[in-house]
């Protein structure tokens, strides 16, 4: 079983509409919680982090966090064109480095 | 304050010649860690160092890979008589010592291509 799922997509959602990304991870001890953004080309930028269950939203993002089912998921509302990239979920392990999910690609179509 | 400087920015390198690729981490931050990404995948962990120890290199290949961050300089990750299938932007992170808590800075990182 992989560290850490994602589903690769591509996901396509049209302007405006909710996009939502979903990754599961494998190590019950994990605490700390990332999404990352890039861009094609370009290196990861870290756009939420959250550390415990519920809901943390912050602008057009939301991340949600349930360690009982180890899932971690990211909503992006009102999405634009420039949302469109590759998202990575990120799960830190023990002795503090951290495991990447393959990332799924998002389309915002205008 | 500058972020985590990787250096070159690309690299080309033959089959069997050596490349050595360069981080500079945030002006601080005691733990490097680096990451390869092939075309169109994920990032894969490689290494996490602190300042002269190698804390985690399970995800380092056995041969031909090594990686160090001394007392003084950047860190260098050293691949050893490149293949075609070394190919691949190598990112370097980093962060300050302590728990993980606010994530990692990445690098711009280096592309290699081995032709």
Same mark, same amino acid.
């Given at each position: 079983?992989?560290?850490?799922?994602q589903?690769?997509?591509?996901?396509?959602?049209?302007?405006?509409a909710? +996009?939502s990304?979903?990754?599961?991870?494998?190590?019950?001890?994990?605490?700390?919680?990332? =999404?990352?953004?890039?861009y094609?080309? !370009?290196?990861?930028? @870290?756009?939420?982090s959250?550390?415990?269950?519920?809901?943390?939203?912050?602008?057009?993002?939301?991340a949600?966090l349930?360690? +009982? /089912?180890?899932?971690?998921? @990211?909503?992006?509302?009102?999405?634009?064109p /420039?949302?469109?990239?590759?998202?990575?979920?990120?799960?830190?392990?023990?002795r503090?480095?951290?495991?990447?999910?393959a990332?799924?690609?998002l389309?915002?179509?205008p | 304050?500058?972020?985590?400087?990787?250096?070159?920015?690309h690299?080309?390198?033959?089959?069997?010649?050596?490349?050595?690729?360069?981080?500079?981490?945030?002006?601080?931050?005691?733990?490097?860690? =680096?990451?390869?990404?092939?075309?169109?995948e994920?990032?894969?962990?490689? $290494?996490?160092l602190? !300042?002269?120890?190698?804390?985690?290199?399970?995800?380092?290949?056995?041969?031909?890979?090594? +990686?160090?961050?001394?007392k003084?300089?950047?860190?260098?990750?050293?691949?050893?008589?490149? $293949?075609?299938?070394?190919? +691949?932007?190598?990112?370097c992170?980093?962060?300050?010592?302590?728990?993980?808590?606010?994530?990692?800075?990445?690098?711009?990182?280096?592309?290699?291509?081995?032709?």
């Open positions: 079983q992989k560290e850490v799922e589903n690769s997509g591509p996901l396509s959602v049209p302007e405006g909710i +996009a990304l979903n990754c599961t991870y494998s190590d019950r001890v994990s605490q700390s919680f990332f =999404w990352y953004r890039q094609s080309g !370009k290196s990861p930028e @870290l756009i939420m959250i550390y415990s269950n519920g809901d943390k939203e912050d602008g057009r993002f939301t949600q349930n360690k +009982a /089912s180890q899932y971690v998921s @990211l909503l992006i509302r009102d999405s634009q /420039s949302d469109s990239a590759t998202y990575l979920c990120a799960v830190n392990m023990d503090n480095d951290m495991r990447f999910g990332g799924t690609r389309t915002v179509k | 304050n500058a972020g985590v400087m990787q250096n070159p920015r690299l080309v390198r033959r089959r069997g010649q050596e490349a050595r690729l360069r981080c500079s981490p945030v002006k601080g931050h005691s733990h490097v860690y =680096w990451y390869r990404q092939l075309p169109e994920g990032l894969k962990f490689m $290494v996490y602190q !300042k002269e120890n190698i804390i985690d290199e399970s995800g380092m290949p056995k041969e031909r890979f090594s +990686a160090e961050f001394p003084e300089g950047p860190s260098i990750l050293r691949i050893q008589q490149v $293949v075609r299938g070394d190919s +691949a932007a190598y990112f992170a980093s962060s300050p010592p302590g728990t993980l808590s606010s994530g990692y800075t990445f690098g711009s990182g280096t592309r290699l291509t081995v032709v």
